[in-house]
């Protein structure tokens, strides 16, 4: 059944993100993941040939503690598939060292932090609708992004991943809007698929 496999995935995901792998690890399990999982979003064509996912070398420059600041104000996005238009509210302004990226709450039941970006990577390095440091609703906790005291935020681009939209065209995602766009690029996390 799609819907049981797909709360597996889930469940792997967070057990991944929540593990105490360090970078090698987790990335060599999040390839295994990618290669065996019925609900994986490489292509089922393209698994038998699927030597894992391919990654910048590890950056230490790339993981930040920033101050986040407050933001207001709200966000539609029409995945353009069955999820529809998602609303996002901006719960902070994270001013990091490559420009401002707003951080969002999901505003569906059970809520979430999602922080998608692009960067001058985009469209050449990395996928070109950019990528994902957090999605919560989908199990991305305490990698790329951790919540600080003080308002402060500790990112990890390291840790920065495609959408599924990044690997098939089945899949609908919603991309970085126009604010969490930056022209620095930022070689780390997770590279183009194809």
């Known amino acids: 059944m799609d819907e049981l496999e797909l709360a597996d995935w889930r469940e792997q995901v967070i057990r991944l993100y929540l593990s105490d792998l360090d970078l090698a690890g987790f990335r060599a399990a999040r390839d295994a ?27 230490p420059s790339v993981v930040v503690d920033v101050p986040i600041r407050p933001a207001a104000g709200t966000l539609s996005i029409d995945t353009g598939g069955p999820d529809g238009v998602v609303r996002y509210r901006r719960c902070g302004i994270a001013e990091t060292p490559w420009g401002p990226l707003t951080l969002w709450w999901i505003e569906a039941y059970g809520g979430g932090l999602f ?8 469209g050449r390095e990395t ?11 989908k199990g991305t906790f305490g990698r790329g992004l951790t919540v600080l005291p003080g308002g402060r935020l500790r990112l990890d681009l390291n840790y920065a991943y495609n959408p599924s939209c990044a690997y098939d065209d089945r899949w609908a995602c919603p991309l970085a809007p126009e604010e969490n766009r930056i022209s620095t690029p930022i070689r780390a996390g997770e590279r183009v698929y194809h």
């Open 33 to 59: 993941l990618f290669a065996g999982h019925p609900q994986s979003p490489v292509p089922l064509a393209e698994r038998p040939r699927f030597t894992g996912l391919r990654y910048f070398p590890v950056d």
């Open 127 to 137: 996928y070109g609708g950019g990528r994902y440091l957090t999605d919560t609703v």
């Open 115 to 122: 922080l998608p970006f692009r960067d001058g990577t985009a």
